[in-house]
């Protein structure tokens, strides 16, 4: 009995040997694996000015670098001199990643957004005992469309994710605000990457959206070309307002598709489509407007449109009455916009047409217009 229990006392003390000398073995071989966890704090300074934010943000030099690839001698930079230097020549490489990662919505409308300046300061590491770190200081305008009021929304997704730009394990930004009439600070990592402030005006909101609409149509070179042509190009008021009709309905329906998330095209395919149909409508009015395919083909074009619309613009994703305001807001500006041009041109069309010189006017016109369309197709598509 007692030769069975030093067995068995033997077994254990050489299993636990074992187990002890496997720790130390995979120790080492861990240790990088642990090393690699870590986390990156940042700081992000917004105040509302009028109709644009002033957004002041600081990120860690070296992870900037390395989430957006700016190289290794960008990655190496010896001194604040050299990292100044390096932002610099990576203007828009920054401007294009933060762009898609630091959204800055009013009423469910984003701002766009520029990057006015960089800079690089030191800052205190987190850790006594650590050196300080380099942080790139980068300044950036958000233009908000005219608004200087309404319902502030911040989506923060700035190194996170599965993607190449994911090289901590967790990031956190301190966000002292002043917007919307109101003051706070929040702090935002992967598990709150988003906070409001101020409050939705109804009236100020559809109002805003609806000159937005309005604008998209007006000063977007593409959808006036398109509308120049359709009303120059129609034989009659009738037509013109079958035309019209048609294009407003499904450059709404479009709209509200693109913003819904129904329908997702890449920018530069829409963009190509969009200079397509502006080559369609000047071309017809070439060889003659009357052709049957004429209605269908504009309807089908007003949705590319709005699709175009959607992306040129941007909105939110929270679904709610702000987010329904904006979108009807904008689509009764668009209407508003197409029918105020399309009569202005064709009451100039047809108080022209009486002269002799309309006949050429009207073919280089269209001839100008279908070369400008090939020309936006090519340089989209490409």
Not at 54 to 67: H, K, P, S
Not at 140 to 153: K, N, P, Q, W
Not at 215 to 223: K, M, N, R
Not at 252 to 260: C, D, E, I, S, T
């Amino acid at each position: 009995m007692d030769r069975k229990v030093c067995m068995s006392t033997s077994r254990v003390v050489r299993a636990a040997v074992a187990g002890i000398v496997a720790v130390l073995v995979l120790l080492p071989a861990a240790a990088p694996a642990v090393a690699h966890v870590r986390t990156s704090d940042g700081w992000s300074e917004i105040r509302a000015d009028g109709d644009h934010v002033r957004y002041r943000l600081g990120l860690e030099y070296e992870i900037l670098a390395r989430a957006i690839g700016m190289g290794e001698d960008a990655i190496a930079a010896p001194d604040d001199g050299s990292r100044r230097a390096a932002l610099a020549g990576q203007h828009d490489l920054i401007e294009t990643y933060l762009a898609g990662r630091v959204r800055i919505l009013v009423d469910e409308i984003e701002c766009a957004m520029t990057l006015a300046a960089s800079d690089v300061e030191q800052r205190p590491a987190t850790d006594a005992m650590a050196e300080d770190l380099a942080y790139a200081v980068l300044d950036l305008d958000y233009d908000c469309h005219g608004a200087a009021s309404g319902r502030y929304v911040l989506d923060y997704s700035v190194f996170s994710g599965a993607g190449s730009d994911a090289v901590v394990d967790d990031h956190t930004t301190t966000v002292d605000y002043h917007l919307g009439g109101e003051r706070g600070r929040v702090v935002l990592d992967g598990a709150h990457p988003r906070f409001s402030a101020g409050e939705q005006s109804f009236a100020g909101s559809a109002l805003r959206a609806t000159g937005l609409g309005a604008q998209q149509v007006l000063t977007g070179l593409d959808h006036a070309l398109f509308v120049a042509a359709l009303a120059v190009g129609a034989t009659g008021l009738g037509r013109l307002a079958r035309g019209v009709t048609a294009f407003a309905v499904t450059s709404g329906a479009g709209l509200l598709a693109a913003v819904a998330g129904w329908v997702s095209l890449p920018g530069h395919v829409t963009g190509a489509l969009v200079a397509l149909s502006v080559v369609y409508v000047a071309a017809t009015n070439l060889v003659g407007p009357e052709s049957r395919w004429r209605l269908p083909a504009v309807a089908a074009a007003g949705l590319l449109h709005g699709f175009a619309f959607a992306g040129g613009l941007g909105f939110g994703d929270d679904l709610g009455w702000d987010l329904v305001t904006s979108v009807a807001g904008v689509g009764l500006g668009i209407v508003l916009g197409q029918a105020v041009l399309a009569a202005g041109l064709f009451a100039l069309a047809t108080a022209a047409r009486r002269y002799a010189w309309f006949s050429l006017a009207h073919l280089v016109a269209a001839a100008a217009a279908v070369v400008t369309g090939l020309a936006w197709f090519v340089h989209r598509l490409l």
